[in-house]
Protein backbone atom coordinates (compact mmCIF):
# COMPACT_ATOMS: atom_id res chain seq x y z
CA UNK A 1 0.00 0.00 0.00
CA UNK A 2 1.44 3.07 -0.74
CA UNK A 3 -0.09 6.74 -1.13
CA UNK A 4 1.04 9.31 -3.93
CA UNK A 5 0.82 13.03 -3.16
CA UNK A 6 0.69 15.59 -5.84
CA UNK A 7 -0.79 19.23 -6.88
CA UNK A 8 1.63 21.86 -5.19
CA UNK A 9 3.17 24.25 -6.81
CA UNK A 10 3.91 28.28 -6.68
CA UNK A 11 1.04 30.99 -6.56
CA UNK A 12 0.42 33.96 -5.41
CA UNK A 13 -1.09 35.08 -1.99
CA UNK A 14 -4.80 35.13 -2.85
CA UNK A 15 -4.65 32.44 -5.15
CA UNK A 16 -5.92 28.81 -5.06
CA UNK A 17 -4.31 25.39 -5.52
CA UNK A 18 -5.85 21.73 -5.10
CA UNK A 19 -3.75 19.16 -3.92
CA UNK A 20 -4.78 14.78 -4.26
CA UNK A 21 -3.84 12.19 -2.80
CA UNK A 22 -4.37 8.84 -4.06
CA UNK A 23 -4.05 4.80 -2.43
CA UNK A 24 -2.98 2.20 -4.05
CA UNK A 25 -1.89 -1.22 -3.71
CA UNK A 26 -4.13 -4.37 -1.84
CA UNK A 27 -6.42 -2.09 0.09
CA UNK A 28 -9.53 -3.28 1.94
CA UNK A 29 -10.36 -0.66 3.58
CA UNK A 30 -9.38 3.21 4.29
CA UNK A 31 -10.79 5.07 7.65
CA UNK A 32 -10.03 8.52 8.36
CA UNK A 33 -7.42 10.52 5.76
CA UNK A 34 -5.58 13.80 6.74
CA UNK A 35 -3.62 16.22 5.53
CA UNK A 36 -0.68 17.78 7.57
CA UNK A 37 1.90 20.47 6.52
CA UNK A 38 5.56 21.27 7.80
CA UNK A 39 7.41 24.69 7.32
CA UNK A 40 11.17 25.21 7.17
CA UNK A 41 12.10 25.39 11.29
CA UNK A 42 8.52 24.15 12.44
CA UNK A 43 6.78 21.11 13.65
CA UNK A 44 4.29 19.01 11.48
CA UNK A 45 0.95 20.41 12.16
CA UNK A 46 -2.57 18.99 11.23
CA UNK A 47 -4.50 21.59 8.56
CA UNK A 48 -7.43 19.03 7.86
CA UNK A 49 -9.08 15.64 8.24
CA UNK A 50 -12.07 14.03 6.73
CA UNK A 51 -13.41 10.26 8.32
CA UNK A 52 -14.71 7.79 6.63
CA UNK A 53 -17.67 9.18 7.26
CA UNK A 54 -17.04 12.52 5.51
CA UNK A 55 -16.83 14.34 8.87
CA UNK A 56 -14.42 17.13 8.67
CA UNK A 57 -12.35 18.88 10.88
CA UNK A 58 -9.94 21.77 10.30
CA UNK A 59 -7.66 24.13 13.02
CA UNK A 60 -8.39 27.82 12.94
CA UNK A 61 -5.54 28.36 10.96
CA UNK A 62 -7.28 27.23 7.95
CA UNK A 63 -10.99 27.12 8.93
CA UNK A 64 -12.83 28.74 6.13
CA UNK A 65 -10.06 28.89 3.41
CA UNK A 66 -8.97 25.08 2.99
CA UNK A 67 -11.88 22.18 2.37
CA UNK A 68 -11.12 18.54 2.27
CA UNK A 69 -12.84 15.78 0.73
CA UNK A 70 -12.79 12.33 -0.36
CA UNK A 71 -13.87 9.83 -3.43
CA UNK A 72 -13.62 6.79 -2.01
CA UNK A 73 -14.89 5.00 -5.37
CA UNK A 74 -11.26 6.15 -6.62
CA UNK A 75 -9.03 6.00 -3.11
CA UNK A 76 -8.65 9.83 -3.00
CA UNK A 77 -8.48 12.53 -1.06
CA UNK A 78 -8.37 16.09 -1.83
CA UNK A 79 -6.95 19.73 -0.66
CA UNK A 80 -8.65 22.68 -1.87
CA UNK A 81 -6.96 25.83 -0.91
CA UNK A 82 -8.46 28.89 -1.32
CA UNK A 83 -7.18 32.16 -0.07
CA UNK A 84 -4.00 31.36 0.20
CA UNK A 85 -1.39 33.40 2.43
CA UNK A 86 2.58 33.26 2.43
CA UNK A 87 2.63 31.76 5.99
CA UNK A 88 0.95 28.49 4.55
CA UNK A 89 3.89 28.37 2.72
CA UNK A 90 5.33 24.33 3.49
CA UNK A 91 5.42 20.55 2.37
CA UNK A 92 2.13 19.13 2.62
CA UNK A 93 1.47 15.46 3.66
CA UNK A 94 -1.51 13.29 3.05
CA UNK A 95 -2.00 10.70 5.80
CA UNK A 96 -4.23 7.59 5.96
CA UNK A 97 -5.22 4.87 8.27
CA UNK A 98 -6.16 1.56 5.64
CA UNK A 99 -6.25 -1.73 6.62
CA UNK A 100 -4.53 -4.24 3.55
CA UNK A 101 -6.36 -7.05 2.39
CA UNK A 102 -3.57 -9.15 4.03
CA UNK A 103 -3.11 -7.66 7.14
CA UNK A 104 -4.33 -5.10 10.35
CA UNK A 105 -4.44 -0.95 10.33
CA UNK A 106 -1.62 0.81 9.58
CA UNK A 107 -1.31 4.70 8.96
CA UNK A 108 0.84 5.24 5.83
CA UNK A 109 1.83 8.62 4.44
CA UNK A 110 2.73 10.11 1.14
CA UNK A 111 5.28 11.59 0.10
CA UNK A 112 5.11 15.19 0.43
CA UNK A 113 4.21 17.60 -1.93
CA UNK A 114 5.85 21.42 -2.22
CA UNK A 115 3.18 24.26 -1.47
CA UNK A 116 4.59 27.52 -2.11
CA UNK A 117 2.61 31.11 -1.29
CA UNK A 118 4.67 34.60 -2.39
CA UNK A 119 3.40 37.58 -1.54
Known amino acids: VQLQASGGGLVQAGGSLRLSCTAS????????MCWYRQAIGKERELVAIITSGSSTNYPDSVKGRFTISRDNAKNTVYLQMNRLKPEDTAVYYC??????????????WGQGTQVTVSS
Open 25 to 32: GSIFSIGD
Open 95 to 108: QANIRAIFGGWRCY
